[in-house]
């Protein structure tokens, strides 16, 4: 028997863990969970391994069978979620009884849930991770990366903590209303000083052009005027300015290189904010040291203690 039996199904519905390391040499990319902090506090919740597989639930558009009882923890984004027909909100641990239906409506605050299940969803690793990335075909319940579908069956096999919640002050804030930490790039001089300007002092809009692999910002032309580059390795949370001046966010499915010239990047916290935020969400990036984003990062980790 399984624990879950999947109803009905988006083709952002995915299996993540915390990526895919060491294979970036061969052309295989990162993948994991958009917003790491969610996942980390979704298998905080039922003291799971902070990597272990996670289902990543993008909009919305999930219908889940219970199959066995156990207890599975929510966090993230709220996506209307009702077990049967009892609201479920986010950021904390739930028991869940055979014959229960789980849905994940339509997003009301933010863009990704993370549900978790005791010790992590169970399936084969691909290059040492779980994670779903359908462009090349990797990891998920398979190994062949592809989205959720009706009839797939979820299963874990630890035994399920008694029920938990995070309190108030351990909510982390998605919200993008302070500004996304930006740590300078290797091309930042090349930019015209308007553009410098603009960037950090400009508000910016989400577009509807985005996915896993990137998001793009619409604001002010922002320009390069530097030499043309050779392609190089880009970082998770890289921003490209491509030869339009839109910036592009670039996201844990990225490709491995690119030639674009670059803002910096976002740090990770930064970047988990963004990846909650809708098309048409306003933002603005502010610049920090590299110091700063491994405190913040420190920091993070040590709620999980």
Known sequence: MSGLRVERSTPLILLQDAGRFGSRHLGVTQGGAADWISMGWANWLLGNALDAAVLEITLGGLSLIVERDACLALAGADLGARLDDQPLQPWRSFVVRRGQRLNFQQPLHGARAYLAAPGGFDASPVLGSK??????????????????????????????????????????????????????????????????????????????????????????????????????????????????GQPIVLLNDRQTIGGYPRLGALTPAALARLAQCLPGTELRLTPVVQELAQEQQRALLAQWA
């Open 131 to 244: 994670a779903t990335v359908c462009r090349e075909g990797l990891g998920g319940l398979d190994g062949s990366g592809q989205a959720l579908v009706a009839g797939d069956l979820l299963d874990w096999s630890a035994p399920s903590p008694p029920a938990r919640e995070l309190s108030p002050a351990q909510i982390p804030d998605l919200s993008p209303q302070r500004p996304l930490d930006t740590v300078l790039g290797a091309q930042i001089g090349d930019f015209a000083g308007q553009s410098l300007f603009d960037a950090f002092n400009s508000v910016w809009q989400v577009d509807a052009r985005a996915d896993r692999m990137g998001i793009r910002l619409l604001g002010p032309t922002l320009e390069y005027q530097g030499r043309a580059l050779i392609s190089e390795g880009i970082p998770l949370g890289a921003i490209q300015v491509p030869p339009d």
